[in-house]
Structures are given as C-alpha cells and as structure tokens.
C-alpha cells in the first residue's frame, strides 16, 4: 500500500546515483592541495617580500607580514572515498543479495476476486516463510520493468498449506493492470498483450521480495492492543488474527483484550475478511477466551448493512456502528477499561486517520494508561 505518484518516487530516488558519482569525483587525489611550507610563507603574504597590510588572524596584530620564499603545495591525500566507497559496497552486496533472492518466480495458485475491487492471491514460493504485520513487495515485468509495489502478507505458509496470500485493492493503475494480467482479460481497457494466447501454456510472471518488518509486529508486546484499520488497511490486523486462530492456550493467556476497529465506506468491503472474522471468534469461544477479541465496524455511508451481511453473518451484523467514531471518546471508555495499563494502538489507513488517532494517543488521559501509538498510511 502506498500514495500515488510512485513513477516519481522511483525514479527521483534513484537520483542517488548521480550524488555518488559527484562524491567520488570529488575524492580523486590531487583535486584538494594543502601548503607545505608554512614556517618560510606565511599565508596571505606575496612573494618577493612584498608585505601584506592586512595579515590573516592569526598572526595577531603585527602590521606586515614579510615572506621570503613562494608557497608550496602537495596534494591531500584523499580519504573521502572511505566513506563514499564503503556504504555504496554494503549496498550493492544488500542490491544484490535481494536480486539473486528475489528472481526466483512465484507461482499464482489461485485468485478470488472479492466485492469492491479488491482480489485475493494465494502464491507460492519455495522457501518462503512471514510473520504477522510483515509485508512484500510485489514485482511484474510485463505491467513495468521497476515498480516493486508493497502488499501485506494476510496468510501464511502452514504445514497443510504451502500459499501465502495477499489482498489487493485494485483501483489504482497498476493494480488495475495486474488484476486483467492475471484474468487475462483482453477486451478490458487494461488489458496487455499476452505472449502466448494459450492458457494450457501460459504462465504468469511475478515476483516477490521480502518479506520485510511493519509496525504491526509489535502487536503481542502489549496485553491490551487496539487495531484500527481504514479500508484495506485492515490487512495488518487480519493477518495477525489469522495467526492467531492457529495459536494455543500458551499465547492467549498474554492477552487480556484486543479490539478491532474497521472502518470502511461500502458495506461489502466487510466482506473482504468476514469468514476470517467469525472463524477467529468461533475458535476462541472454543478455547474460553472469546472475551479477549471484540470486533466493531464502522460503515461511513449509507449503504444497508443488513442487505450485504445479512442472516450469513449474525456476528458481524450485530458489531456495525454507522458513522465514524469519536476517537477521544473510545480510547477514553478503554483506558477506564485498563487502568495503569500501557495500551498499544496500531492504526493502518489514509494519512488523515492515522493523524487523528495519533493526535488524540498524545492527549493525557486519567486511569493511569498509557498509550503508545503506532500507525503505517497509503
């Protein structure tokens, strides 16, 4: 997930090359010089032993400055490219080292297209393995020969399931491209040539580097987390929860709440991660832990819940709250709840909701609990 304008980012980032290049051209030796007989000429006196009115400093107040021999000068040797040479070296083994890491092409297993453009990819990889709130960047050669795009890892590799998933919204350009790539749809506005029109034959090229740390990871360093999402970006926290239905007694019992705040503008999005959701309850009413996890869903239309969610998921029904939520006044009901409690707050979603959420951690708060906000925006 990221903001728009990545062709920019990309290729104005890469401008390091250039100030590299300028670093290294100013190290070669013999562009700087430094005077060698400073004992016989004195600088800012002339040759011949013409006298200087105004001397440099540091000789005082002395009214002339008399030299009787010409300045020499030798090179310094150059020490710069140490510090030049030696990150750029780290840099092109760590370029490397992901390049060699990341050629290795994943295979697509299968793709679920979910409502409100969003669809679920469910690869392969040889070795792979993630943690939850990491994520990946995703590469596809045909779509564009740089853009490596992030996505979270929402699935992980099991002993019965060798896939990791990822969700994507795919109403930005390239995403668009990659949904009709995959589809092979070529009637589509987005569609690309394929290179061969037979799908027994036809392979789709992807690549993926990674994974890589997020925010999220931190969720288990406190008894008492909320996760507030925007949109797609309850991806972090659905991937964390999907760990955690596969967790025993051993993790839970760290646990002492875990609220889950989703916001999102279209009923159907809920949709997206509703099997996961009542999946998750269900296990943990199983184990007797069902009170550490509570769900609220915010819908910020006027779309009818009712009507997406219906009688297939009662649990969720029951959690939609409409319109956006008074942040002061959540996070005030749940330190009441936890008194001198350190309360971890991840926030994933547009920059004004991440924003807000921080804004309001950094109020002071009674009960003696204590927020500590962290949040990651697209």
Same mark, same amino acid.
């Given at each position: 997930?990221?903001?728009?304008?990545?062709?920019?980012?990309? /290729?104005?980032?890469?401008?390091?090359?250039?100030?590299?290049?300028?670093?290294?051209?100013?190290?070669?030796?013999?562009?700087?010089?430094?005077?060698?007989?400073?004992?016989?000429?004195?600088?800012?006196?002339? +040759?011949?032993?013409?006298?200087?009115?105004?001397?440099?400093?540091?000789?005082?107040?002395?009214?002339?400055?008399?030299?009787?021999?010409?300045?020499?000068?030798?090179?310094?040797?150059?020490?710069?490219?140490?510090?030049?040479?030696?990150?750029?070296?780290?840099?092109?083994?760590?370029?490397? /080292?992901?390049?060699?890491?990341?050629?290795?092409?994943?295979?697509?297993?299968?793709?679920?297209?979910?409502?409100?453009?969003? %669809?679920?990819?469910?690869?392969?990889?040889?070795?792979?393995?993630?943690? #939850?709130?990491?994520?990946?960047?995703?590469?596809?050669? *045909?779509? @564009?020969?740089?853009?490596?795009?992030? +996505?979270?890892?929402?699935?992980?590799?099991?002993?019965?399931?060798?896939?990791?998933? %990822?969700?994507?919204?795919?109403?930005?350009?390239?995403?668009?491209?990659?949904?009709?790539?995959?589809?092979?749809?070529?009637?589509? @506005?987005?569609?690309?040539?394929?290179?061969?029109?037979?799908?027994?034959?036809?392979?789709?090229?992807?690549?993926?580097?990674?994974?890589?740390?997020?925010?999220?990871?931190?969720?288990?360093?406190? &008894?008492?987390?909320?996760?507030?999402?925007?949109?797609?970006?309850?991806?972090?926290?659905?991937?964390?929860?999907?760990?955690? &239905?596969?967790?025993?007694?051993?993790?839970?019992?760290?646990?002492?709440?875990?609220?889950?705040?989703?916001?999102?503008?279209?009923?159907?999005?809920?949709?997206?991660?509703?099997?996961?959701?009542?999946?998750?309850?269900?296990?943990?009413?199983?184990?007797?832990?069902?009170?550490?996890?509570?769900? &609220?869903?915010?819908?910020?239309?006027?779309?009818?819940?009712?009507?997406?969610?219906?009688?297939?998921?009662?649990?969720?029904?029951?959690?939609? %709250?409409?319109?956006? #939520?008074?942040?002061?006044?959540?996070?005030?009901? %749940?330190?009441?709840?936890?008194?001198?409690?350190?309360?971890?707050?991840?926030?994933?979603?547009?920059?004004?909701? @991440?924003?807000?959420?921080?804004?309001?951690?950094?109020?002071?708060?009674?009960?003696?609990?204590?927020? /500590?906000?962290?949040? *990651?925006?697209?």
């Amino acid at each position: 997930m990221q903001s728009g304008c990545y062709d920019i980012f990309w /290729y104005t980032h890469r401008l390091f090359i250039v100030f590299y290049l300028l670093l290294l051209i100013h190290a070669i030796r013999g562009v700087l010089k430094q005077q060698t007989n400073l004992h016989s000429h004195t600088p800012g006196c002339h +040759y011949n032993n013409q006298s200087v009115p105004w001397p440099e400093p540091e000789h005082g107040d002395r009214d002339t400055i008399v030299c009787d021999t010409e300045p020499y000068f030798s090179t310094i040797g150059a020490e710069s490219w140490l510090w030049v040479g030696t990150p750029l070296l780290i840099y092109l083994c760590d370029t490397a /080292y992901r390049w060699c890491k990341c050629r290795q092409p994943v295979t697509v297993v299968h793709v679920r297209e979910h409502p409100s453009d969003c %669809i679920e990819l469910q690869l392969k990889k040889e070795g792979f393995s993630a943690k #939850p709130g990491q994520y990946i960047l995703l590469h596809c050669p *045909e779509i @564009s020969s740089f853009e490596w795009h992030p +996505y979270t890892v929402t699935s992980f590799p099991r002993a019965h399931k060798a896939t990791f998933g %990822i969700h994507i919204r795919t109403r930005g350009d390239w995403a668009g491209q990659l949904k009709n790539y995959l589809q092979r749809n070529q009637t589509d @506005s987005y569609s690309l040539p394929l290179r061969n029109t037979d799908p027994l034959l036809y392979q789709h090229r992807l690549f993926v580097d990674g994974p890589f740390g997020g925010p999220s990871e931190d969720i288990l360093r406190y &008894r008492v987390s909320v996760l507030i999402a925007g949109g797609i970006g309850v991806t972090p926290f659905t991937a964390f929860l999907d760990w955690l &239905r596969f967790q025993g007694n051993k993790v839970l019992k760290k646990i002492d709440r875990i609220y889950l705040i989703w916001l999102c503008r279209e009923a159907q999005s809920f949709l997206w991660f509703a099997d996961l959701l009542c999946d998750i309850h269900n296990k943990l009413w199983e184990l007797g832990h069902v009170h550490i996890f509570e769900i &609220r869903l915010h819908i910020t239309s006027n779309t009818s819940v009712q009507s997406v969610l219906g009688d297939s998921y009662p649990l969720l029904s029951k959690s939609v %709250i409409p319109g956006r #939520p008074d942040w002061t006044g959540v996070l005030r009901d %749940i330190a009441s709840c936890h008194r001198r409690t350190d309360i971890g707050v991840f926030c994933c979603g547009p920059k004004q909701l @991440s924003r807000c959420v921080e804004r309001v951690c950094q109020e002071g708060w009674q009960h003696g609990a204590q927020f /500590y906000c962290h949040h *990651e925006s697209f």
